[in-house]
């Protein structure tokens, strides 16, 4: 009943409200996403519980990070479950979620069913025995339909967007009280704690998504700015073969990042460039 009734507000704002047009430029991708296990993990034979997904549907196109837990038994299968169900819910309903986006009334309903999606997605999986919060981790994701795009970030890691020559930090890293804590999907408030944006892609941009680990590694939080690395890795995944380029940020990431962190180490770059229609 929720779902019909805010569907129905949706085509009401609509005619209200109309969104932007659609673009008639034409829209070219570039993409790599890459997981790493952290040192900590190797040592102690734990596998990677960062996951990455990547999803293209004509010109709609979904990559979404998941960190698990460290705390929870399965956060791996947790983590992979969640990346995909997400987005598999996006490539369903982008344009009503793009949309509702707009409409105060309906954004916290968006949230819950998001939270929702993920945790009936894992209770198919997960043995009876087994509690949810054994499967818990992060969410992080990015969607771009031509110039439309939205986005979704509960718990740590960051969201950084590259529009020109500098990179901004869209979505900031979100810890608990407690140190090296933060929020899941699993976590009694984490439908408040889910932030959502939508936004026009009007230049060429690059998304990235990255897990707390990556974090550590890309960002310079003394001097609050990207470092050099991430610029590198987007160039590269602009200009050359992709999987020649998953190779090199892999070779990178294993030879320099576990100099700064001992987590998991995910980034998924997502980058867009345009091509105006002469009239």
Same mark, same amino acid.
Not at 68 to 85: D, R
Not at 153 to 163: M, N, V
Not at 245 to 260: D, G, T, Y
């Given at each position: 009943?929720?779902?019909?009734? &805010? +569907?129905?507000?949706?085509?009401?704002?609509?005619? @209200?409200?109309? *969104?932007?047009?659609?673009? %008639?430029?034409?829209?070219?991708? +570039?993409?790599?996403?890459?997981?790493? +296990? $952290? !040192? =900590?993990?190797? &040592?102690?034979?734990?596998?990677?519980?960062?996951?990455?997904?990547? #999803?293209?549907?004509?010109? #709609?196109?979904?990559? !979404?990070?998941?960190? $698990?837990?460290?705390? =929870?038994?399965?956060?791996?299968?947790?983590?992979?479950?969640?990346?995909?169900?997400?987005?598999?819910?996006?490539?369903?309903?982008?344009?009503?979620?793009?949309?509702?986006?707009? %409409?105060?009334?309906?954004?916290?309903?968006?949230?819950?069913?998001? @939270?929702?999606?993920?945790?009936?997605? !894992?209770?198919?999986?997960?043995?009876?025995?087994?509690?949810?919060?054994?499967?818990?981790?992060?969410?992080?994701? !990015?969607?771009?339909?031509?110039?439309?795009?939205?986005?979704?970030?509960?718990?740590?890691?960051?969201?950084?967007?590259?529009? $020109?020559?500098?990179?901004?930090?869209?979505?900031?890293?979100?810890?608990?009280?407690?140190?090296?804590?933060?929020?899941?999907?699993?976590?009694? %408030?984490?439908?408040?704690?889910?932030?959502?944006?939508?936004?026009?892609?009007?230049?060429?941009?690059?998304?990235?998504?990255?897990?707390?680990?990556? /974090?550590?590694?890309?960002?310079?939080?003394?001097?609050?700015?990207?470092?050099?690395?991430?610029?590198? /890795? @987007?160039?590269?995944?602009?200009?050359? *073969?992709?999987?020649?380029?998953?190779?090199?940020?892999?070779? &990178?990431?294993?030879?320099?990042?576990?100099?700064?962190?001992?987590?998991?180490?995910?980034?998924?770059?997502?980058? @867009?460039?345009?091509?105006?229609?002469?009239?």
């Amino acid at each position: 009943m929720n779902e019909l009734l &805010n +569907r129905l507000l949706s085509d009401f704002a609509l005619r @209200i409200f109309p *969104d932007n047009e659609e673009s %008639n430029a034409t829209y070219n991708y +570039r993409k790599n996403y890459n997981s790493v +296990r $952290g !040192v =900590a993990h190797v &040592n102690n034979k734990i596998p990677c519980q960062d996951k990455t997904y990547y #999803l293209k549907n004509d010109d #709609l196109h979904v990559m !979404v990070l998941a960190d $698990g837990a460290g705390s =929870a038994k399965f956060s791996e299968i947790g983590a992979k479950t969640v990346t995909k169900a997400i987005a598999n819910y996006i490539n369903k309903s982008f344009h009503h979620l793009h949309a509702n986006f707009q %409409n105060w009334w309906s954004t916290e309903s968006i949230k819950k069913d998001i @939270i929702q999606v993920m945790r009936k997605e !894992v209770d198919k999986i997960k043995p009876e025995k087994n509690n949810m919060s054994d499967y818990a981790s992060t969410l992080l994701f !990015v969607a771009t339909y031509k110039d439309k795009y939205i986005l979704g970030h509960l718990g740590d890691g960051a969201i950084g967007l590259k529009k $020109g020559e500098k990179m901004e930090l869209l979505s900031v890293p979100e810890n608990g009280e407690i140190a090296n804590s933060t929020f899941f999907y699993t976590s009694n %408030n984490a439908t408040s704690r889910l932030r959502l944006k939508k936004g026009v892609v009007d230049q060429d941009s690059t998304f990235v998504l990255m897990s707390d680990g990556a /974090f550590e590694c890309i960002y310079d939080k003394s001097d609050q700015k990207f470092t050099n690395a991430i610029y590198s /890795f @987007i160039d590269w995944t602009k200009e050359e *073969d992709e999987k020649k380029v998953s190779a090199a940020i892999l070779e &990178n990431i294993k030879n320099h990042f576990p100099q700064k962190t001992t987590d998991d180490i995910s980034l998924s770059i997502l980058d @867009i460039t345009i091509e105006k229609q002469k009239k």
